[in-house]
């Protein structure tokens, strides 16, 4: 009997224990209703369009010599004529920069006897002068210049207009988000987080063209297209 008891009483003070313990796991597990934060988060987006106000000109010659120290002699000169007439069209010699120089045989019919050397050199000439293209390519053609590798415009400062454009990506934002919690029945609250999702830089744009045709035609027309630049951003609301 008195074991008997012994077990009852020890019983009982684990039952009470579990019972004690219990509401308190449950509490911990279910948070009160109204207690978690409201919140939407959007994302807005806005773009810049920009006039380019530089293009880089490639432009080369190739050469052909039964040696390849006539083919790279010959080639020097020629290139030489051609940068010297693109600096008198007003490109600085700081925007005259080698792109690359190459030296390669020629083999005969049958693959197997070199019969000369080809040698090609081309540079990057940055035009700052959008209405000064033309002339400079022609200039190039007319002093000895028969490779192209075409135009590429851009922005000086890649970064121009880009506040501007995420003040208005955040209003973008907002609008949508003001358009959600209306539909929910709640209203905008405090702006809690921020964040520039990133955009993408402004591309430069590729424009070829033939030389030959450009030598046959004169100064070839040069119609610059227009640069877009997209930036975004990630804006966090609390909704009340």
Do not use: C, H
């Not at 008198?88 to 390669?104: C, M, N, Q």
């Not at 208005?168 to 709640?186: C, I, M, N, P, Q």
Request: proline residues 4%; negative net charge.
């Amino acid at each position: 009997m008195k074991r008997n008891t012994m077990w009852g009483l020890v019983g009982l003070a684990l039952g009470v224990a579990v019972a004690l313990t219990l509401p308190s796991l449950a509490q911990d597990a279910s948070p009160e209703p109204g207690t978690m934060e409201r919140t939407v988060t959007v994302s807005g987006t806005a773009t810049i369009r920009s006039d380019p106000d530089e293009a880089t000109v490639t432009l080369g010659v190739r050469t052909q010599a039964i040696t390849a120290e006539a083919a790279m002699r010959d080639n020097a000169n020629r290139m030489n004529d051609v940068i010297q007439a693109i600096r008198r069209e007003g490109v600085a010699a700081d925007d005259i920069a080698t792109a690359w120089v190459s030296l390669y045989p020629q083999y005969d019919d049958a693959g197997i006897t070199i019969v000369g050397y080809v040698a090609e050199n081309q540079v990057y000439a940055t035009v700052r002068n959008m209405d000064a293209i033309g002339t400079v390519i022609d200039a190039a053609i007319e002093a000895g210049a028969n490779l192209s590798s075409g135009i590429t415009f851009g922005l000086s400062e890649e970064n121009a207009g880009v506040e501007e454009a995420l003040a208005d990506a955040v209003e973008d934002a907002r609008s949508k988000a003001e358009a959600l919690a209306d539909s929910t029945g709640t209203q905008l609250g405090a702006v809690i987080t921020v964040a520039e999702g990133g955009g993408t830089s402004p591309e430069p744009l590729y424009r070829d063209y033939a030389v030959a045709e450009a030598a046959a035609a004169g100064a070839p027309p040069i119609e610059t297209p227009t640069i877009e630049t997209q930036v975004s951003v990630s804006v966090t609301w609390e909704l009340l």
